[in-house]
């Protein structure tokens, strides 16, 4: 069974503080690792995608993939009360489909 | 104005009805999904379908049936087999083009069977 999990939460932090949100996969086969941002009630927003060990930054937000680990993480910088959502961590199946599998997901909470 | 469409936004039923749930879009991605998300779980795959004319099963195909007679729209028909319908339908896309295989979503389908 291919499994994507995640800390359901809530993660509390204050306004302005650093956010971490951590994943582990169980497929070895996973090329591709996705972070999709959740508000209540909403669909999922793509907001990072991360292919290669590492760290890929965009903005406030820095994914790092650890293959080895199978672990992967988010990191929200000076977190917004907006940034207050659920976020997902998804893997890629692996083989010949484009297959994805979430995780259950991780409610962050920003206190102004 | 690029994206993916679902309607309607909500949708009541009674039981023992089929319904079936709009999904359009204007990306010119070949690969279209249906996810079903219920409170408290993540997203389970339904059905997908990364080219016209096929289709192949997720992991809770039960009770739903879908078509992709057009690359733009993949309907998805809850039918009167699915115990338990009510829940979040979201319908999804991406390219097939090396590892680009983000996918992006519509605003979902919130579906009630009564």
């Known amino acids: 069974q291919k499994e994507v999990e995640q800390n359901s939460g809530p993660l509390s932090v204050p306004e302005g503080a650093i956010a971490s949100l951590n994943c582990t996969y169980s497929?070895?086969?996973?090329?591709?690792f996705f972070w999709y941002r959740q508000y209540s009630g909403k669909s999922p927003e793509l907001i990072m995608s991360?292919?290669?060990?590492g760290d890929k930054e965009d903005g406030r937000f820095t994914a790092q993939l650890n293959k080895a680990s199978q672990y992967v993480s988010l990191l929200i910088r000076d977190s917004q009360p907006s940034d207050s959502a659920t976020y997902l961590c998804a893997a890629h199946y692996g083989g010949a489909t484009n297959k994805l599998i979430f995780g259950t997901g991780t409610l962050l909470a920003v206190q102004p | 104005d690029g994206g993916i469409t679902q309607s309607p936004k909500y949708l009541f039923r009674k039981e023992g009805q089929n319904v079936t749930l709009s999904c359009e879009q204007n990306?010119?991605?070949?690969?279209m999904y249906w996810y079903r998300q219920d409170p408290g779980q993540g997203l389970r795959l339904i059905y997908y379908?990364?080219?016209?004319?096929?289709?192949q099963k997720g992991d809770i195909a039960e009770g739903y049936s879908v078509s992709r007679e057009k690359k733009e729209s993949f309907p998805l028909t809850v039918t009167s087999a699915q115990k338990n319908p009510t829940a979040f339908y979201l319908c999804a896309s991406s390219a097939i083009e090396g590892f680009s295989d983000e996918q992006y979503f519509g605003p979902g389908t919130r579906l009630t069977v009564t």
């Open positions: 379908s990364q080219i016209v004319n096929d289709f």
């Open positions: 991360i292919y290669s060990n």
């Open positions: 990306l010119n991605h070949d690969a």
């Open positions: 497929d070895r086969g996973s090329q591709s």
